[in-house]
């Protein structure tokens, strides 16, 4: 429960400090006192944004300090979730700069606006006049049957089944659309394959090739010349070559050897008949090796145009190679693209299957739930002198989503035989308030928030439906503290505790205070507040008698 609250250079309040007890707590105050900024200022302690307008005129920064104790056990494992050792009070501290920047701590250690906002939910349910377009919303009526039905669990477990047939479904359009693009993906990657295939590719190919080319580019030139020297060598069918020559030469003298002046002719020419016959040897298997093909010479012409285009398009070589890699890769997927479809078809048939029956289950579950809930709420109703309210759910059937496989409208009806309608057609800014205060008591046994506070409930509400509502909001102070911004002096009769907020004027300055009231000071607060004129010793009487009354309920 909220044990204390400080408050300082926040808006008109320069400073104070509030001390709180269990049971009824009433705010009451003239309008424009600041009843308001007691709500931003625990909204800010729970995480809620706090903008720099709410800092006092002319000073640093503003600071909210909130205390709590009896902490329920939510609120404890949010705590050690977070790394913050549980203890028996717990301080949640927000400071909000003039500059825009803030700050916020956990029993004195820094902490993010989001911890705060979750430890919050475990702490304190607020109730304004905006959460009555939790009614006028019919998107947020399943919020409501779920949490009172204690289905949350179970549709945790819906979602989650619903975001794994999500994304099965986003992978099928994916797969279904590369099939139907497949032969024409697949002509397209086949054929910027087949050009890379084409160059026959290796690594330093290139290289060889350029030096080929070079070898053919001079190779005519190369071969007539050897084809001249190995002609002049050994001759044809008209003439005799050198080596033929030399030989017969080297024959003649070899017959003149035993002459001594002619024995060193003889050996000389036979050992240059014999190299000579070695070099025409190697000139005539250098012809051999050189003969110009045309054909190959164009091959390989054609081969190093087809390198420099790629080169130009992919990179060097080794770029060449590794595109052609990842084409060999989508190209296999392309084929398994078609086994990988008709397996993920099936898996998403059975997934939908699955999500289809938890869906229906929800929906069964949430019917039961919705309906003991109308029966709550017209219970509820009842004592808030609304006896004619009948509630009806309305389920309708939509495509499946992530909420289930219905929509659901609480259905209304103020007057005997008139036929339920959407609550926003009905139901007055009075009704939805007492209607509201019906759901929050039924949802109240279903959480363990300790704090409830509604702010300005009574809107359009007096007499004896202020005086319900009044008694309604005690009684739900004997499980939880209950705190109750009020303009009705019903309500404010009711109440264990009674705060004055009001606001004064000094040197231009405005300031608002928060004041304990008991006794005297009490009854001519409550005197004030049903009063259309100055306050009468009648209408104190009547505030005493109200208060007595108050106190006996």
């Known amino acids: 429960m909220l044990s204390s609250l400080y408050i300082e250079n926040l808006a008109v309040i320069e400073r104070v400090s509030i001390d709180f007890e269990k049971g009824f707590t009433v705010f009451t105050g003239e309008t424009g006192a600041g009843k308001s900024i007691l709500i931003d200022a625990i909204n800010a302690c729970l995480g809620q944004r706090a903008s720099r307008e709410i800092v006092r005129n002319h000073t640093e920064k503003a600071v909210i300090s909130a205390s709590f104790i009896h902490l329920s056990l939510e609120a404890l494992a949010i705590l050690e979730k977070n790394g913050y050792t549980p203890e028996e009070e717990l301080v949640i501290t927000r400071e909000i700069y003039a500059d825009g920047r803030s700050s916020a701590r956990i029993n004195g250690r820094p902490a993010t606006v989001g911890m705060l906002r979750e430890l919050g939910m475990a702490l304190i349910n607020i109730h304004g006049q905006h959460d009555n377009q939790i009614l006028l919303s019919p998107e947020r009526h399943l919020s409501l049957i779920d949490h009172y ?27 279904t659309a590369k099939e139907a693009q497949k032969e024409e993906q697949k002509r397209r990657l086949t054929e910027e394959w087949d050009q890379i295939e084409k160059a026959k590719l290796s690594e330093g190919i290139d290289v060889i ?32 070559g050198a080596v033929d020559l030399v030989s017969r030469a080297a024959a003649s003298l070899l017959r003149l050897k035993d002459i001594p002046s002619l024995a060193g002719a003889s050996e000389k020419f036979n050992s240059l008949s014999i190299e000579l016959e070695a070099a025409a040897g190697d000139l005539r298997d250098l012809l051999d ?35 052609k890699a990842i084409l060999q890769k989508e190209l296999e997927e392309l084929d398994q693209n078609g086994q990988l479809l008709a397996s993920l078809t099936k898996e998403t048939r059975v997934q939908k299957e699955k999500v289809s029956l938890l869906a229906r289950e929800l929906t069964e579950r949430r019917k039961e739930a919705a309906n003991r809930l109308s029966r709550r709420i017209e219970e509820e109703a009842r004592f808030l002198e609304m006896p004619a309210l009948r509630v009806e759910p309305l389920f309708t059937p939509t495509k499946l989503n992530s909420s289930g496989d219905t929509s659901v409208e609480l259905m209304l009806s103020s007057n005997p035989g008139e036929p339920p309608k959407p609550i926003a057609k009905i ?11 019906a759901i929050k008591s039924a949802l109240a046994e279903k959480d363990s928030i300790p704090t409830l506070i509604f702010d300005e409930i009574d809107t359009g509400v007096s007499g004896k439906a202020a005086q319900k509502i009044g008694r309604k909001l005690k009684e739900v102070s004997k499980s939880r503290q209950v705190f109750s911004v009020t303009h009705s002096a019903q309500i ?14 000094e040197e231009n300055r405005t300031y608002t205070t928060v004041l304990p009231l008991t006794g005297e000071d009490r009854v001519e607060e409550v005197a004030r507040i049903f009063s259309t004129d100055a306050v009468s010793d009648l209408m104190r009487e009547t505030a005493r008698s109200m208060l007595k009354e108050g ?3």
């Open 427 to 437: 139901a007055s800014g009075g009704e939805l308030s007492r209607i509201m205060l």
């Open 209 to 240: 090739l350029e030096e080929k080319a070079a070898l053919f580019r001079n190779g005519e030139k190369i071969a007539s010349g050897l084809s001249e020297a190995v002609g002049a060598l050994y001759g044809d069918d008209t003439s005799f």
């Open 149 to 175: 039905g204690d289905l949350l669990s179970f549709v945790q477990q819906y979602e989650t089944e619903f975001r794994v047939l999500s994304r099965m479904i986003r992978k099928l359009r994916e797969v």
């Open 492 to 505: 404010a009769a009711l109440a264990h505790h009674h705060f004055l907020i009001q606001k004064r004027s």
């Open 289 to 323: 090796a050189a003969r110009y093909d045309p054909a190959q010479a164009e091959e390989i012409e054609n081969r190093l145009s087809r390198i420099r285009k790629l080169k130009l398009k992919y990179g060097e070589i080794p770029k060449i190679l590794e595109r």
């Open 551 to 553: 106190n006996q309920s």
